[in-house]
């Protein structure tokens, strides 16, 4: 029987993950991770039940306090501000305490995946001042192997404008910060396709879109994290989230003015199975 062209690509990128050991930008299983589908702007939904239930808590999360910075990413972005990263929600509260910011990352999202989130209610009458972009790796890491430089470039700057007109679509006063992708140390070919998208969507830098590129001060120039940056060659330490915290403070002051003594964002969401985790008893 000849397979379709789906199972095959399908069949492609499952090898390739287990042939190359790529690293996820993700706290969850691999086998929960939808592989990009072949249209790089259709959204695409987690089917997982971690992934589910996540989901309801960020639109409960939505509907809480107030909302004035809205970041949205996949695990880069998720650790950030999470209650299962103790450490770096400290680093979160310290920066960003009087700015009413909340986070919607989650782990493992590909762009279709966050496309799904934004268009399935998570920024439905929010109405942030700001929203901070941190997607795509998941696509550099999982996009299909036969396809040539070129086409993996076109196809995540595609995906990445999409975002792009969701958020101005939902929250049309908002200013966008779109971040550059981050470094990737787990397979050098990458840092060439993530090199060429950031030089792409520099481009749609305007009035309500602005661009910010952290990673000459993550990486040296061949991008490979400096001492401490990085705990796996793909996250942020929280060292490296107070170099992203150092590039996004004056723009949120340009922006938003000083931040206030009080902060009404609502309270931090983390990863459920992580809950149950501690929740659960250890067998002895």
């Not at 990009?36 to 960020?58: E, F, G, I, K, M």
């Not at 790796?137 to 070129?150: F, I, L, R, S």
């Not at 990673?215 to 793909?234: I, Q, T, V």
């Not at 199975?273 to 929740?279: E, P």
Request: aromatic share 6%; net charge positive.
């Amino acid at each position: 029987m000849i397979l379709s062209a789906a199972i095959r690509f399908a069949l492609l990128c499952s090898l390739c993950e287990a042939a190359t050991n790529t690293v996820v930008a993700s706290p969850i299983k691999a086998s929960s991770i939808k592989a990009p589908s072949v249209d790089p702007t259709a959204p695409v939904a987690r089917t997982d039940s971690n992934s589910r239930t996540a989901h309801d808590q960020l639109l409960e999360k939505a509907k809480k306090g107030r909302i004035d910075v809205y970041f949205v990413g996949d695990s880069i972005t998720r650790r950030w501000g999470a209650t299962d990263y103790p450490d770096f929600l400290v680093n979160w509260k310290r920066n960003f305490h009087g700015w009413n910011a909340a986070n919607f990352g989650w782990g493992g999202d590909t762009i279709q995946n966050i496309l799904w989130r934004l268009k399935n209610g998570e920024l439905d009458k929010v109405n942030p001042k700001v929203i901070v972009i941190m997607a795509g790796t998941n696509n550099v890491g999982t996009v299909d192997p036969t396809a040539d430089d070129e086409t993996k470039v076109a196809d995540i700057e595609k995906g990445l404008k999409a975002v792009l007109d969701v958020c101005h679509e939902k929250a049309p006063e908002a200013v966008v910060i779109l971040m550059g992708i981050t470094p990737r140390n787990d397979k050098q070919a990458f840092m060439t396709i993530i090199n060429k998208v950031n030089e792409r969507i520099e481009q749609f830098a305007g009035k309500r879109v602005r661009f910010l590129s952290i990673n000459d001060k993550l990486a040296d120039k061949e991008g490979k994290f400096l001492e401490g940056m990085s705990p796996d060659r793909l996250h942020l330490s929280a060292k490296g989230y107070q170099v992203w915290a150092d590039a996004l403070k004056p723009l949120f002051k340009e922006l938003l003015g000083p931040p206030g003594k009080d902060d009404l964002a609502p309270p931090p969401t983390g990863d459920p199975s992580a809950a149950d985790r501690t929740a659960t008893p250890t067998k002895k």
